[in-house]
């Protein structure tokens, strides 16, 4: 089994796959995923998605631009916009991104929905162009999913078919380790996040996580989450804390699971009916102020509680 780890995107990957030849990917992986960063970083100002930012147009210099727009107007779609990567702007505002406010400022709310709205922008494979000025683009809470299938979509054209691919916490796995088994993952537990509240057995499959336990700051009392809803403009005051997503792919689990935590336990429940090759693990809390664990029956005989009963 060889083991790779190291730096990209603005946080940590490691990757484990199993191949005769004994041969290291590192310097071809780290230049995939730099290729990416400079397609979709927001931090970058000489990315393709900055560009387009302080433009109206802009035409695909890379794949992955109009790879992850695709998917994420899928999401959009099939989430009535709960999904929106126009919300750059409430982000920024409320603290976030590359360009922050004041910690804490007073937000006009109103004003900056006029700026969101994944509707305004249009794109075939070529191009890709805004209908109204001042709309721009924020893809991180789907890109890392998508590094994540470029991936591991090397490692298969290179006849590899035993791997587990992780970075920033998500995850895509194919066929089993060393020893037969499924690769075993842990899902935080967003009380004690030190900790894990569960494992889960991963095989042929991707998951990835998204909380407001993980990037959130307290100011003038009031605490500050980066998860917006981008129908309303407000910080999700959800009594989910963390949503997990599984699905064939990475970029599709990593779409919908900020879109599961703004939807509420309810109405994901109601969507789920409906679509087929998804499956969540969420941790919510109860009127009681309970953990408690609602997860779907794709999912359920694949993890194992740790120090939690339900």
């Known amino acids: 089994m060889i083991s790779l780890k190291g730096m990209a995107q603005g946080t940590t990957y490691h990757i484990k796959y199993r191949d005769e030849q004994q041969r290291s990917f590192q310097k071809e992986i780290d230049s995939l995923l730099a290729d990416i960063d400079k397609s979709l970083s927001i931090y970058r100002p000489d990315s393709e998605i900055s560009q387009f ?3 109206m147009s802009h035409r695909f210099q890379s794949p992955h631009f109009y790879a992850v727009l695709k998917k994420s107007a899928e999401v959009f779609r099939a989430t009535q916009g709960t999904f929106d990567p126009t919300v750059l702007p409430l982000l920024e505002a409320y603290g976030f991104g590359p ?3 004041p910690k804490g400022a007073l937000l006009n709310v109103d004003s900056l929905l006029e700026y969101i709205g994944f509707q305004y922008i249009n794109f075939d494979s070529v191009s890709v162009v805004k209908q109204k000025a001042n709309i721009r683009l924020d893809l991180n809470s789907i890109a890392q999913g998508y590094s994540v299938d470029v991936v591991a979509g090397f490692l298969e054209k290179q006849g590899i078919n035993r791997y587990m691919v992780e ?3 998500e995850i895509r796995t194919r066929g089993k380790k060393n020893d037969g088994q499924p690769w075993t993952i842990g899902i935080e537990n967003p009380l004690q996040p ?3 509240q569960t494992t889960v ?3 042929n499959r991707a998951m990835t996580t998204a909380g407001n336990y993980r990037n ?3 100011a003038n009392g009031q ?3 980066h998860i917006i809803n981008p129908k309303t403009g407000e910080m999700e005051q959800s009594a989910i804390l963390s949503v997990t997503v599984f699905a064939d792919d990475a970029i599709t689990a990593d779409g919908y699971d900020t879109a599961f935590f703004v939807m ?3 109405a994901v429940k109601q969507f789920l009916v409906t679509r087929k090759g998804l499956d969540v693990y969420i941790l919510y809390n109860d009127d009681a102020g309970q953990l408690q664990v609602f997860s779907t029956n794709g999912v359920k005989n694949l993890y194992k509680s740790i120090g939690y009963s339900y």
């Open 216 to 218: 959130w700051y307290e």
């Open 223 to 225: 605490v500050f989450s």
């Open 167 to 169: 970075i920033g916490g």
């Open 53 to 55: 930012n302080r433009s």
């Open 264 to 266: 509420g336990l309810d």
């Open 201 to 203: 057995k991963l095989h």
């Open 99 to 101: 360009t922050k406010c």
């Open 194 to 196: 030190a900790k894990l």
